[in-house]
């Protein structure tokens, strides 16, 4: 920071001569025909060693790609996202690659576009690390909030303009979201599930609605996935800067002269891949915006002295602000469910159906995986048939949360996570509903037909890892399957929230020019799942900020940090 102090924000021969050096490199995809947002990505290393721009975004993920595309519109943008192109990875394109997804993260693939960690709890979890973030490497389905989500957001303060968040889902919609076909076993379920009461059918919708439904996915009709990356297509791209491999190690803070006014942000520092450092900085009136994700965020501001005391001391980072919430209530939605065998082979398909209780307590999923044996070995034996098809439940709103803290000071690990997952016994009350509900779904003879010839005659479900239980109305059994099949939904949020870490507004609170714009500010899931959401709120915050800063004349005149 010392180094940057006789900088001058508003040099215009510099901020000239960054874009000028920009305007000379080579993309690094170059695309010919129609312009193509390739032509805004860049790998780090062809970046400047200082530049400056309007609004500097910190991550190119879910909702990152729709905040820089809809701020590229009339500012200078740089997107920084310490991943690669989503394009570089075939596994991202297609469900079938979702588990080369998963297993690659697990075992600790080098480059693989997601980061494994493993949260104190014990349960193995994945982020994504690439352009589009989680929803490059994600399940694909696709619904809006529920009522409560937005209430939770009200109740914090935050003022929604319904007609804007309503224009924003659509925009996001317009370009990335599909409606989907059932395949036979999702078929079969969503009967199951109305057997079971989840009442009523309400065909296909991406509204959040009580019952049973098909909702969207970001996987198109020839199976290839839309992620977040695409909505940078709507950018101006003559504005937009995306510097891949790029990770922000540090926000860069100063103090107006007399130090009586809050800190404010002036910039980030940034690391490529050869692991030379880069400085970018905001012109005046500019934003530097953490888009990091609910790990990522956080992470980044204690990293930057701006957190607890006590989680920064052991590290020596010198405090900046002190924030007592920063990577406090985190939370993560318990998955629980079952996996059976299928007798017969079917293709990889994930989630795009599901139920939704009538107090959108839990919600259940489906989907099918396949892992290809040789075709004789699986005609010979369905035994070895390896399509399995997994039931899982979610717990909406768990209330059980938990925080996150620093592993050291080296932005590239993890930091610690603990999310207390069933620490409250409301979250188990709302899983054991579940598993009821799930157990009642087995039991519909729609599902018939996916059972082998049991032992002893009549016919069963092969399961793999923990059976349904036999009696459904003993709670102690479901409870014991609520634990011993707990994994993650990967909906992990809070870290930043609403009221305790930004305002209304998403500002950081007690620092001018900072901004957090993602899942780390929910204090709730929002719907069945997240993702329409977080790339409806970049685009809803983006349209915002556009109204409060932008005039002809660039910046709204009177708008002085
Ligand atoms: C395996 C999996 C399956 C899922 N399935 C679904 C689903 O089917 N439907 C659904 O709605 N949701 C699903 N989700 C959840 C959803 O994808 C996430 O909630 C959402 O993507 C989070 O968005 P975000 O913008 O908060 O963070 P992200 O999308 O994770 O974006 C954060 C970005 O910031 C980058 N970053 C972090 N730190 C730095 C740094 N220091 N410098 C530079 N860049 C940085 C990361 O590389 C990342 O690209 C799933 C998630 C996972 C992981």
């Not at 009200?154 to 370009?175: P, Q, R, T």
């Not at 839309?226 to 860069?252: F, P, Q």
């Amino acid at each position: 920071m010392e180094k940057f102090k006789s900088f001058s924000l508003s040099s215009p021969p510099l901020i000239f001569l960054s874009f000028l050096f920009l305007s000379s490199l080579s993309p690094i995809s170059p695309s010919g025909g129609r312009r193509h947002y390739n032509e805004s990505l860049f790998d780090a290393t062809l970046l400047p060693n200082t530049s400056t721009y309007d609004f500097i975004i910190v991550g190119g993920g879910t909702a990152g790609c729709p905040l820089a595309a809809t701020l590229s519109q009339h500012f200078k943008v740089l997107v920084l996202e310490s991943g690669r192109n989503n394009q570089d990875y075939p596994q991202t394109a297609t469900e079938d690659g979702f588990l080369q997804i998963l297993a690659d993260a697990s075992s600790g693939v080098a480059n693989s576009p997601a980061q494994s960690f493993t949260s104190l709890d014990g349960v193995s979890n994945i982020r994504g690390r690439v352009l589009g973030g989680g929803s490059s490497v994600n399940g694909g389905f696709y619904s809006r909030a529920q009522p409560a989500f937005f209430e939770a957001g009200a109740a914090a303060g935050i003022v929604w303009d319904m007609g804007l968040v309503n224009a924003s889902y659509e925009w996001v919609e317009k370009k990335v979201v599909h409606r989907p076909k059932l395949d036979i076993w999702q078929t079969a379920v969503g009967g199951a599930l109305l057997e079971a009461n989840v009442r009523p059918f309400n065909g296909f919708s991406v509204e959040h609605l009580e019952g049973t439904k098909i909702s969207g996915t970001t996987f198109g009709p020839d199976g290839r996935r839309h992620s977040a990356a695409e909505l940078l297509g709507y950018a101006k791209l003559t504005n937009l800067v995306v510097a891949l491999r790029a990770t922000v190690e540090k926000i860069l803070l100063d103090i107006h002269p007399g130090g009586l006014k809050k800190p404010f942000a002036k910039g980030v520092m940034y690391r490529d891949s050869l692991g030379r450092p880069h400085y970018a900085f905001l012109r005046p009136q500019g934003e530097v915006i953490l888009s990091a994700g609910a790990l990522g965020s956080p992470h980044l501001l204690l990293l930057s002295g701006i957190g607890p005391p006590n989680l920064l001391r052991p590290w020596h980072i010198p405090l900046a602000v002190s924030h007592p919430f920063v990577g406090q209530f985190l939370a993560d939605n318990p998955q629980t469910g079952v996996t059976i065998i299928s007798p017969f082979r079917l293709p990889t398909y994930l989630s795009k159906l599901v139920g939704i209780s009538n107090s959108s307590s839990f919600y259940i999923e489906t989907s099918t995986k396949n892992t290809p044996l040789h075709p004789q070995i699986s005609a010979a034996s369905p035994i070895l048939n390896h399509t399995i098809a997994s039931l899982f439940e979610k717990v909406a709103c768990p209330v059980s949360t938990g925080s996150l803290w620093l592993a050291s000071a080296d932005v590239q690990d993890n930091p610690v996570v603990k999310f207390n997952y069933f620490a409250s016994p409301v979250d188990m009350g709302q899983c054991i509903e579940g598993m009821r509900t799930m157990a009642k779904v087995l039991k519909s003879p729609k599902l018939e037909g996916f059972k082998f010839p049991g032992v002893f005659g009549g016919k069963e479900f092969r399961y793999v890892g923990p059976e349904m239980v036999r009696d459904e109305e003993d709670d102690l059994q479901l409870e014991g399957l609520c634990r011993k099949s707990l994994t993650t939904f990967w909906h992990y949020h809070g870290g930043c929230l609403v009221g305790k870490v930004v305002d209304s507004e998403y500002r950081v609170i007690g620092v001018d020019s900072l901004r957090v714009v993602d899942g780390s500010t929910f204090a709730v899931s929002p719907g069945t799942n997240p993702q329409a959401t977080v790339m409806m709120l970049g685009r809803y915050v983006g349209s915002q900020l556009t109204k409060e800063k932008w005039t002809p004349n660039r910046f709204a005149a009177g708008k002085k940090r």
